[in-house]
């Protein structure tokens, strides 16, 4: 599907931006559009555009952040510590102003499932995978807690989409891991028990 030919109502927002960069996130925009199964080419161009763009907007947040910061750490003293918070402050801001805004553009062309598999392709597939592992590792889960993990998880994959890097997607997630753990312990689950009978049934499977 030659996609880059036809004409699209969202306009690709590259002004300014290298070839190769514009190139390599498209792609990657691509790959996450391609497993929505949209039928309508026109409407899967649209959807692409949207995430490229989201990635740009977000690139464009980072990078001006990241200025900030190399200036403030010209300073010294107070004043450094004041300037570096305020680089901060602003990044912040700026995600959390424009942070709806991908979702509800979204929602133009996708259904709810079709949106969650966007957010999950944006941030490795973790929830889902994570989600799994923990009703496999512990089959017992109630309704009520296997709700609460999921919606911790999904918690997580909101400030995931916004980061900077794999590795800042991922403390995200680990940071979310680590508050599941300590509430299922204080619901009285041993952790390391349940990982190991987990492991127990996952070999036992492999000889069958």
Known sequence: MLLGLRVSAVDLKTEGLDSAYVKTIVERAQKITDQ???EDSSKTLDVRNIIANRYFLLNSIHEAYKKAQEEAKKLSGEAK????QQAVDRRDAELYKHHFEFEADLSNYLS???IEMVKD????????KTYQ???EMIPTLTEEEKSQILCWLK?????AMDAD?????????????????????SRGYDLQKEREGWQKRIEENKGN
């Open 155 to 159: 918690e997580a994959r909101e400030f």
């Open 133 to 135: 592992a923990h009703l």
């Open 112 to 114: 709810p499932a079709q």
């Open 81 to 84: 510590q004041q300037a570096l």
């Open 36 to 38: 929505l199964g949209m």
């Open 121 to 128: 392709g944006m941030t490795y597939g973790v929830v889902p």
């Open 165 to 185: 890097t794999s590795k800042d997607k991922h403390g995200w997630f680990g940071k979310y891991k680590g508050r599941i753990n300590n509430w299922l312990s």
